[in-house]
Structures are given as C-alpha cells and as structure tokens.
T-cell receptor, first 109, second 119 residues
Framework: RKEVEQDPGPFNVPEGATVAFNCTYS??????FFWYRQDCRKEPKLLMS???SGNEDGRFTAQLNRASQYISLLIRDSKLSDSATYLC??????????FGKGTRLSVIA | GAVVSQHPSWVICKSGTSVKIECRSL??????MFWYRQFPKQSLMLMAT?????????EQGVEKDKFLINHASLTLSTLTVTSAHPEDSSFYIC???????????????FGPGTRLTVL
C-alpha cells in the first residue's frame, strides 16, 4: 500500500459548488496532518492544518479520521480562484513531510 | 515573515554542465533545509535534508555525488546538479523550518522553486 493515496482528479466543478477530497495514509504513526495548495508552476503553500476534532476556515473544512486513516477537505461555494492542486501532507515525529500526489481542482464559470 | 527565496527561478543548460541553485531564508534562521524535486503531475519527492554545518542526509536513490548540497550558514543552502542530463530536468523546490518561530513548529516554508531544463 502506498504511503499516501489521493485521487488525482481532475475535479471539474461549477462556481458555487461544494467539492470534497479524501486522502488516505498508511502510517498509523502519523501525528500531524495538513492540506497544502499548489498552483501551476508554483511552490506549495499551507492551506490548513487538520485536527482530530475537525476544523474550519471560512469555506474550507478539514477533518481527520484516525480509525480509517484518512483526512478530508471540503470546499463550499467554490470560487474560480480555488482552482489548484491540493496536496495532503503527513508528518511523523522528526521525519520530513510526506506529500501526496495531489488532487487537481478546476472551478468553471 | 518566514520568506524563502530561490535563485535562479529557471535555468536552461546543456547536457554535461553543472548548475547551482541557491535557497535562502530571508527573515529567519533555518537550521534545517529540505530539497525536493517534482516531475510533471507527480508529488514532491524529498531528495535530501540539509543541516547547517554538517553533511546532508540523502534519501534512498538520490546520488549524493551528483546532487551536491552545501549548508554553510543558517540562511543559505545550495544544491549543485553536477553533469546534468535531460532526465534531471525538473522543478526543484527547497523548504526551511524556522525552529525559533512560535506556532505550528511543523510548518515548512517553501521557496518559489527552480525550473531546470537540460538540453
């Protein structure tokens, strides 16, 4: 089983739609979880951390399910500017960050 | 704060030449910097972890003699691709951790990346 698995997409959604991505991880020792956003030909940027209790930042909601070993990202009221690749990222202790391949989102007018 | 710069942002070179990429933390001290490589439609792959004043730790499959890393100061790490070949063409990204910064200590700050094309 791969360390991190993400549906590469692309997810093509109309403006205003709600879209959700999941990401599964195999290392049960993973301690910290993040969603990063990467625009084409740009560096990844931290979108939000993911906490066990779930957390929300505006239109974005992240959740963690340790029992099933996945995290999710929900985007409500999609904007054109949300078009990007969303990377799930895991961290265990002092190891480097582990990146998923990313899920590509295209929001269409 | 927490800005990381890379230079150059893109470079085209002939096969067999060497290319040096610089990574600088502009407003913080980075005892550890990371070098990643990303091929089209692929995830970021960690190449090596660079600690200030010591030898870099390379990931499995990454040739240390081909990808030379120097981290001589708390704000600068360099990656030199020696005897570059077309298969080395990729997007190279560095990142740094600010251990003195409050908040989420796990956060890495990424440079804007360097796009290398080897002809």
């Amino acid at each position: 089983r791969k360390e991190v698995e993400q549906d590469p997409g692309p997810f093509n959604v109309p403006e205003g739609a709600t879209v959700a991505f999941n990401c599964t991880y195999s290392n049960s020792a993973s301690q910290s979880f993040f969603w990063y956003r990467q625009d084409c030909r740009k560096e990844p940027k931290l979108l939000m951390s993911v906490y066990s209790s779930g957390n929300e930042d505006g239109r974005f909601t992240a959740q963690l399910n340790r029992a099933s070993q996945y995290i999710s990202l929900l985007i409500r009221d999609s904007k054109l500017s949300d078009s990007a690749t969303y990377l799930c990222v895991f961290y265990s202790g002092n190891t480097p960050l582990v990146f998923g391949k990313g899920t590509r989102l295209s929001v269409i007018a | 704060g927490a800005v990381v710069s890379q230079h150059p942002s893109w470079v085209i070179c002939k096969s067999g030449t060497s290319v040096k990429i610089e990574c600088r933390s502009l407003d913080f001290q980075a005892t550890t910097m990371f070098w990643y490589r990303q091929f089209p439609k692929q995830s970021l792959m960690l190449m090596a972890t660079s600690n200030e004043g010591s030898k870099a730790t390379y990931e499995q499959g990454v040739e240390k003699d081909k990808f030379l890393i120097n981290h001589a100061s708390l704000t600068l790490s360099t990656l030199t691709v020696t005897s570059a070949h077309p298969e080395d063409s990729s997007f190279y990204i560095c990142s740094a951790r600010d251990y003195l910064r409050g908040g989420d200590y796990n956060e890495q700050f990424f440079g804007p990346g360097t796009r290398l094309t080897v002809l």
